[in-house]
């Protein structure tokens, strides 16, 4: 999936979808047991050799007192919400949420004076099925990678990667649990 950052290094809710009709079909109670995901960003065009997204969000705020903080979320669901700040672990249909924060903050003083722009923390949230569903997510349809930034000043304009990594089981889904997945999708 590719996506762009605006000149403030920010994206709003955007959407990717992974076509799973290969593997998933609720006639026939054909799912995937979603185990495992992964994500990585590259920057391909981002100035390096390498295509590493750079981690270091900002250098420093424009307020010597305040801190710079940016903030990028990355998730998989079979559900399209409007906002990323609706999307958390206990959201209806979503199998894992990652977060990642950049916090870059003036906080060496002298005599009450910023003197230094040394404080930098690296922040990553991880929630996957591994940890929620450990005998796997059951999906029976396509999903959707969603991700929102915010301040990711140090990709501005930049068109970002992003690579996911299933890890999955085929399975016979029952046609209770079926009529169970089903029914949710109906009553949101």
Not at 84 to 93: K, L, Q, R
Not at 117 to 131: F, K, M, N, Q, T
Not at 145 to 163: H, M, R
Not at 171 to 181: A, C, F, H, L
Request: charged share 20%; proline share 5%; net charge negative.
């Amino acid at each position: 999936m590719q996506f762009d950052l605006d000149t403030a290094g920010n994206r709003t809710t955007l959407y990717g979808r992974i076509d799973l009709s290969a593997y998933v079909n609720p006639v026939e109670r054909s799912g995937l047991a979603v185990k495992q995901m992964f994500f990585q960003l590259r920057a391909p065009n981002g100035g390096t050799l390498t295509g590493i997204f750079d981690p270091v969000a900002k250098a420093v705020g424009l307020d010597p007192l305040q801190d710079a903080v940016s903030s990028l979320k990355i998730w998989l669901s079979t559900r399209a919400y409007e906002n990323a700040v609706d999307v958390g672990i206990a959201s209806p249909d979503v199998l894992c949420v990652y977060e990642r924060s950049s916090i870059a903050g003036n906080t060496i003083f002298d005599a009450g004076v910023p003197i230094s722009s040394a404080a930098l923390v690296i922040h990553d949230e991880w929630y996957g099925p591994e940890d929620l569903h450990p005998s796997g997510y059951t999906v029976v349809s396509d999903l959707l990678v969603g991700i929102a930034a915010e301040g990711w000043e140090s990709e501005e304009s930049d068109t970002i990667e992003l690579d996911v990594v299933l890890i999955a089981e085929p399975i016979k889904v029952t046609t209770e649990r079926m009529n169970e997945i089903l029914s949710q999708a109906q009553d949101l």
